[in-house]
């Protein structure tokens, strides 16, 4: 099973930017699809962003929940073997424990909503916690 390790959380005021760090400890993890979920307190986890690939397996695409498009960004550095949630215009209701996920089972599966499902996952990170003040 692969290792995941989340860093980057923090405490930071309403309207302002983070950027969370997953990194993975696989050799094959550019193949992978990842993820980004959430889970504030007495809450279910939520799907927050996926990056995978095209219908042809030519490049990456990304897919995020209706709450967070337009203010994150999902990115992954191959070389690095990290996957990264920029976090701009951040709001109360963004804080939560996030958490990085991976599905080692799939080679280079298409980007869709099928990721917003964390069955679709079978390795996941411990959680950073990010909270936003008003």
């Known amino acids: 099973q692969v290792q995941l390790v989340e860093s980057g959380g923090g405490l930071v005021q309403a309207g302002g930017s983070l950027r969370l760090s997953c990194v993975a400890s696989?050799?094959?993890?550019?193949?992978?699809?990842m993820g980004w979920f959430r889970q504030a307190p007495g809450k279910e986890r939520e799907f927050v962003a996926t990056?995978?690939?095209?219908?042809?397996?030519?490049?990456?695409?990304?897919y995020y929940a209706d709450s967070v498009r337009g203010r994150f960004t999902i990115s992954r550095d191959n070389a690095k073997n990290t996957v990264y949630l920029r976090m701009n215009s951040l709001k109360p209701e963004d804080t939560a424990v996030y958490y990085c996920a991976a599905d080692t089972r799939s080679w280079r599966p298409a980007a869709t909503s099928n990721y917003s499902n964390r069955e679709k996952y079978n390795s996941w990170g411990q959680g950073t916690q990010v909270n936003v003040s008003s």
């Open positions: 696989v050799r094959t993890f550019s193949n992978f699809a």
């Open positions: 990056i995978g690939w095209s219908d042809d397996s030519t490049y990456y695409r990304t």
